[in-house]
């Protein structure tokens, strides 16, 4: 299964643990960040990649509250391929960064972007799926700046492993940093179920109040996704 690395943080932080029966979460906050306000969803984090099918699939679980339109989605994927072939790139080598989405965020209507990932599978049921990798990657919303998100290592290859581990993390506009983020690790057999505790805690830690689309053009410089990759 994925496995949860050590946080560092280099802001000070609220932390909220609790504990289910077979769901364990863990919530962390900004001493900044204010619950509430909109977000604008980036899109699905799957195994060291971005997965735009992924984010349809888990409306009516996760984004069941809310309907979310992401920036990184089949559309995108098709109709600026060029692009999305280098966020892709940048991606499965540096993770979601702070540093990519704020390439991103003059296009976001919300207060905040959105980032979800998951990794691993239930054990009764195996999760969603896309290009089946092991590799080692950033869970989305990490930096060299403001909120880095922990490293983990992806084996669902492995047919012997089991548990399946989401997280969402969240980027404020206005502060372009990440500033809170959510995780949960679930030891039961069925991923639906899994999903659907995790919606409830997104709501519930106000990450979902209400979601907001992109901007209909999405002005990001490609030549600067590949240089991003130098710094």
Same mark, same amino acid.
């Given at each position: ?75 995108? *994927? %098709? /109709? ?7 966020? #892709? ?8 960064? $702070?540093? !990519? ?77 990440? *500033? %809170? /983020? ?7 057999? #069925? ?8 919606? $409830?805690? !997104? ?29």
């Amino acid at each position: 299964m994925g496995v949860m690395r050590a946080f560092v943080f280099v802001i000070p932080l609220v932390v909220v643990a609790a504990c289910g029966s077979d769901a364990r979460f863990n919530a962390k906050y900004a001493s900044e960040y204010a619950r509430g306000g909109t977000v604008s969803l980036f899109g699905v984090f799957k195994d060291g990649r971005m997965n735009p099918e992924l984010s349809a699939q888990l409306g009516p679980t996760i984004l069941r509250k809310a309907k979310c339109e992401p920036a990184y989605s089949v559309d995108f *994927v %098709a /109709l600026k391929s060029s692009l999305a072939a280098t966020v #892709d790139d940048y991606i499965r080598h540096n993770g979601v960064t $702070d540093t !990519l989405l704020a390439e991103f965020a003059p296009g976001a209507k919300g207060d905040a972007i959105l980032v979800i990932s998951m990794s691993g599978h239930a054990a009764g049921r195996v999760a969603p799926t896309t290009t089946t990798t092991t590799t080692r990657q950033q869970m989305p919303g990490s930096s060299r700046r403001g909120m880095p998100s922990p490293q983990y290592e992806s084996s669902v290859a492995s047919t012997d492993q089991s548990g399946f581990e989401m997280a969402a993390s969240l980027y404020s506009v206005r502060l372009r940093r990440s *500033v %809170a /983020l959510l995780t949960m690790v679930y030891d039961g057999r #069925d991923v639906d179920a899994a999903m659907t505790k995790f919606g $409830d805690r !997104l709501v519930e830690e106000a990450f979902l109040s209400a979601c907001e689309p992109w901007n209909a053009e999405i002005v990001v410089d490609e030549a600067k996704i590949k240089t991003l990759k130098e710094e």
